[in-house]
């Protein structure tokens, strides 16, 4: 089921869903799954090309609490928060038994992906972890880039977990999907909470939606553009699609 917040397509799933829809334990289809959130939800209001490239995913996910919120309020009743983490987090607990490689590719720092590898095959000790990159922050030659889909290829990886901050990931996961043999799933800044170099908002902060003002207090010049501009114009033009109806992708 999908549910259009603004002119996002979002589907309506869960965790389970997700699973079964990115073929675990089955022969592997190419492919790739947006985690969505405010932020996405306004890139892609903003831009026709970016709108083609996450309306045109496998999946969007609502990983953020206002876009679960919003495919409740459009009439989606059995619609649940599905957190890319989570996600992220079952695919490594079911790689052992599914014979499922894993790949990673982000990250600030190879020094920091090193972290998070190394915590997560210490906290799953059946994850078949084959490939883990950290690109340079500059654009990849050709040849870089084609020694890099020949390197997750080669290592034959299943599922890449891609962690380059968005709207980058999700145009990265587009432009590679008939290159690379596998499913992309863009996890944004999970690489950093794995590795304890961000805090995650506290449970009852994310319950009632809060977690972009932790975000924001955590990291206030970084992030205050992002949230103080968006967020107000997430909340007027979803006003407009949902009082006034409004239909942006007409």
Not at 2 to 11: E, G, P
Request: aromatic share 10%; hydrophobic share 40%.
């Amino acid at each position: 089921m999908k549910v259009d917040v603004l002119k996002m397509r979002t589907d309506v799933t869960s965790v389970e869903a997700v699973l079964e829809g990115i073929g675990i334990g089955k022969k592997k289809k190419p492919g790739y799954i947006c985690v969505s959130n405010v932020h996405m939800c306004m890139e892609v209001f903003d831009s026709s090309e970016f709108e083609s490239i996450v309306n045109n995913a496998d999946l969007v996910i609502p990983d953020g609490r206002p876009i679960y919120w919003a495919q409740k309020i459009l009439g989606e009743k059995s619609a649940k928060q599905v957190r890319g983490q989570d996600i992220m987090s079952a695919i490594c607990k079911l790689s052992g038994e599914k014979k499922m490689k894993i790949g990673f590719y982000g990250g600030s720092s190879q020094e920091l992906l090193d972290v998070v590898t190394s915590r997560l095959a210490s906290e799953y000790p059946d994850l078949m972890l084959v490939y883990a990159y950290s690109p340079p922050f500059r654009p990849l030659t050709a040849d870089e880039d084609a020694r890099v889909c020949a390197d997750i290829n080669a290592a034959d990886v299943d599922v890449l977990f891609v962690g380059i901050g968005c709207p980058k990931q999700e145009r990265w996961m587009a432009g590679h999907k008939s290159r690379l043999n596998c499913v992309m799933l863009g996890v944004g800044a999970a690489y950093d909470f794995i590795a304890g170099s961000k805090k995650h908002a506290p449970r009852w902060m994310q319950e009632i939606g809060l977690e972009w003002l932790f975000r924001l207090l955590s990291e206030p010049k970084r992030l205050w553009k992002r949230y103080l501009k968006q967020n107000p114009r997430f909340l007027y033009h979803f006003f407009r699609q949902v009082v006034l109806g409004v239909k942006f992708n007409d």
